[in-house]
Every structure is written in structure tokens, then in C-alpha cells.
């Protein structure tokens, strides 16, 4: 097995098997010029709309290519999966199309819409269970029931059939463009997407550029190719949940430390930032992964000057609970957002003081928590301010400080600051 995750490398004909295999059950989605993109980074770019595949994200296509390749005895035996995300849906509406029966693992405390979402698409055909608190807890249940009823696991990146059902985007982009394409920017979780769509372009457009784009906080195929070998995290920022993993695939890191141009990683704040604006300016709804290619344009703005730039959009499965954080990850990544400990004198008219003399005239309190203390000559408040320019906050600051209101600046205090966010 290691020798074969070390020499496999997904062919065109397979890829091009798969193609034919999902082209009833997955989309051809649009390659969109976005003119706003354009302009703003003097290059043409174009969007890659796998959001507006019908569950929302590509991974329909692996997981439909992967089931669809089983004997009939594992089609009898049935699948399982652990995902909380798009995954789970795709290996759901697999399930259904294909009559197979299948379980799908998740964490407890996996939101309610997205196990709603799972039981529309898989209907009678699948079962969740919800075991455990993280992933790995969800992971390790569905092994124990591969094991004991000898059923088909269905990875969601490390697998041959997954990774060629995800390549079929690659021949996709190749047959739509009407000039060659120098860069293809995509986000890297696990690999999957990574590895199928980079062997496409090697084959037929080896000119072609591919850029992995990771969260910060979860760098692994990163790391991991700058250690050359295939590196688990111990930690990692869980927020961009569709790219965040601590491992990615051993199939998957071999594949794309031969075939990746380079990877990014990208601020989750700036994912944020990304996400509010593809809605605001363009009506585009994405979920922090499908955010993080067109993030990353930033970073490699002077790269891709007068260049065909395709930004893969990976999925549109985004929570609408989430939004409150998203904005306020938004805020503090654009430095408008400022959260301060405020030492209020205990006298009457020191909120007054604070408000009119020390903050500024398009300054917000959007956050504040006080308690009176009667026997301190100073009382203490959390207060969050919202910025109208980041260049505001050097002169807030030295205000507080010259009116002795200044305690200290939570921003930059980690241990502290995770209460707040």
C-alpha cells in the first residue's frame, strides 16, 4: 500500500472515465469573468462556480465517482462516511441516485442545518448518527462499523476515485477557456481538489500555474511539503472548516508536492473580508473555504498583473449563524475593530467624559461590560469600538492614556481575547 501512495498518480483516461461516470449528477458549472476582480488586480479572472453545484459544493463529484465504482457485493454491504460538511452531502445524494445505503458520521455539535441538509439529499438511503465531540470522535465511530459490518469507507480526499471524480473541474476549466490559462488558484484541505485538478493541468496545460491556497491557521499541505513528508499539525484554527485539517492525504501530499506551482496561506480575517464583499458586490453566497482562492488574489497581486486567473469557488454551504463572526473577524482583520479594558473614574458623569471628549466623532461602542465597585476609586470595563478608518486608533489611544481612562489594548492578548470573539 505505502509503495502505491507513493507512485500513484491519477491518469487522464481515468479522470476522463470519471467525467463520464458524474456528468448526469454533477454540474457543469460556469468559468464566470468577474469584471470587479478584473479591474482591481489589472489581470482577467475568472470564477470557477462550483457553489452552484445542487449540493453546493464540488464534492459530489468524488464522492458520486467513488460509490458509483463499487462491486456489487460492497453495494450490498453499503458506505459509511465521517463529515460534518459537504462531504456528507455529496456522499448523501450519492446514496440516494445510486440505491446504495450508507451512514454518515458526525460530531454532536454539528449545527442542525447542516444535518437537515444530509437527510434532504440522502432521504431513506442514509442514516446519521451523532457521536462525539470533534471529528476525529466521528472519524473513529464510523471505522469501528466498516470493520465489523465490512462496509466501504468513503474518504473524503485520500482515494483514487475521489480524487479523479474531483479532477474532472480541472478538464472542465481546460475545455471552457478560450485562451490558455497562467494561474489556477485553489483551496487545499485534505488535497483532493488540489491533487486531481494540478495532474489535468500538468497533462495538457504544463505551462498552467497552480497555486494552493490555505487557511493560516491550518497550513498542513504547507508544512508539509516544506518538510517534505507528509506532516500532522498539532493545532489548527478550525474556523475555515472546509480547508482545516491537520493531515492531509498520503495520496494527496505525494501528488501535489510534484504538481503545485507553490501555496499561500491566507488570514482568516481576510477570508472574512472576502466573504462579505463576494455578497455585498456581487450577490455571491460562499462559505469560508469557497472564500479562500479569491483571498488569496491579494497576495499574489503583482504575480498575476495582465494574467488569465481562474479562482475555483469550492463550495457555498455557509451557515447564516456564523455571520456575526464573520463580520467581526472582518472588522478586527481590517483593523477597525478594538476591544480595550476603559478605567472609568467612579464618579457621575465619567461615561459622559468618555464618550463626547475621548472618543471620535464616527466612533462606535459596540460592545461594553461594567460592573459598579463602590469601594475602588476606579472601575473597570470591557468596551469594543468600531472604527470608521484603522488610522483612528493611534489618536484614540492617546486620548485614553491622557485622561487616564487607558487600561489596556485586548487585541493583541490571545488568552483573553478568544472570550470575546
Known amino acids: 500500500m505505502d509503495k502505491e501512495k507513493e507512485t500513484y498518480f491519477p491518469s487522464i483516461k481515468d479522470i476522463t472515465v470519471a467525467a463520464d461516470t458524474i456528468k448526469k449528477v454533477s454540474a457543469v458549472t460556469p468559468l464566470s469573468p468577474s469584471l470587479r476582480y478584473s479591474n482591481q488586480f489589472k489581470a482577467n479572472i475568472f470564477l470557477k462556480r462550483e457553489d452552484l453545484q445542487q449540493v453546493r459544493s464540488y464534492k459530489i463529484r468524488g464522492a458520486y465517482n467513488k460509490i458509483s465504482s463499487l462491486t456489487p457485493e460492497e453495494s450490498k454491504n453499503g458506505v459509511v462516511c ?86 474532472t473541474i480541472g478538464l472542465e476549466i481546460f475545455e471552457q ?23 489535468v493541468f500538468k497533462e495538457l496545460s504544463p505551462n498552467t500555474k497552480i497555486i494552493g491556497v490555505e487557511p493560516e491557521g491550518a497550513p498542513s499541505m504547507t508544512v508539509s511539503i ?62 469560508p473555504a469557497g472564500a479562500l482562492s479569491i483571498a488569496a488574489l491579494e497576495f499574489c497581486a503583482e504575480e498575476i498583473k495582465g494574467k488569465n486567473v481562474v479562482c475555483v469557488v469550492s463550495g457555498s454551504n455557509n451557515d447564516i449563524t456564523r455571520t456575526a463572526e464573520i463580520k467581526e473577524r472582518a472588522l478586527l482583520y481590517a483593523n477597525l475593530k478594538h476591544y480595550f479594558i476603559v478605567l472609568f473614574p467612579q464618579r457621575a458623569g465619567a461615561l459622559k467624559e468618555f464618550v463626547v471628549d475621548i472618543l471620535g466623532p464616527n466612533d462606535d461602542i459596540t460592545h461594553f461590560q461594567y460592573t459598579k465597585k463602590t469601594n475602588r476609586e476606579n472601575g473597570s470595563a470591557v468596551v469594543g469600538i468600531q472604527l470608521k478608518s484603522a488610522s483612528d486608533l493611534e489618536p484614540l489611544i492617546a486620548k485614553m492614556k491622557q485622561r487616564n481612562f487607558y487600561g489596556d489594548y485586548l487585541n493583541n492578548k490571545p488568552e483573553l481575547f478568544q472570550f470575546l470573539v
Open 177 to 199: 477557456a478560450e485562451e490558455p490559462i497562467d494561474y489556477v488558484l485553489i483551496a487545499v484541505g485534505g488535497g483532493g481538489l488540489a491533487a486531481g485538478l494540478s495532474t
Open 226 to 287: 516544506k518538510n517534505n513528508k507528509n506532516t500532522e499539525l498539532d493545532h489548527i484554527e478550525k474556523f475555515v472548516d472546509g480547508a482545516a485539517v491537520k493531515r492531509v492525504g498520503d495520496l494527496t501530499f505525494n501528488i501535489c508536492k510534484e504538481n503545485l506551482h507553490r501555496t499561500l496561506t491566507v488570514p482568516e480575517g481576510k477570508v472574512c473580508e472576502t466573504i462579505l464583499e463576494l455578497y455585498n458586490k456581487d450577490a455571491i453566497v460562499v462559505e
Open 82 to 167: 465521517a463529515s460534518a460538511g459537504n462531504h456528507a452531502q455529496g456522499v448523501a445524494l450519492s446514496c440516494k441516485l445510486l440505491k446504495i445505503l450508507g451512514t454518515i458520521y458526525m460530531p454532536t455539535p454539528t449545527p442542525k442545518q447542516k444535518i437537515e441538509q444530509v437527510k434532504m439529499f440522502g432521504e431513506e438511503y442514509i442514516e446519521i448518527k451523532l457521536v462525539g465531540d470533534t471529528y476525529d470522535d466521528a472519524y473513529h465511530a464510523s471505522m469501528i462499523e466498516c470493520n465489523e459490518f465490512n462496509k466501504t469507507f468513503i474518504h473524503p480526499f485520500d482515494d483514487k476515485k475521489v480524487i479523479e471524480g474531483q479532477a
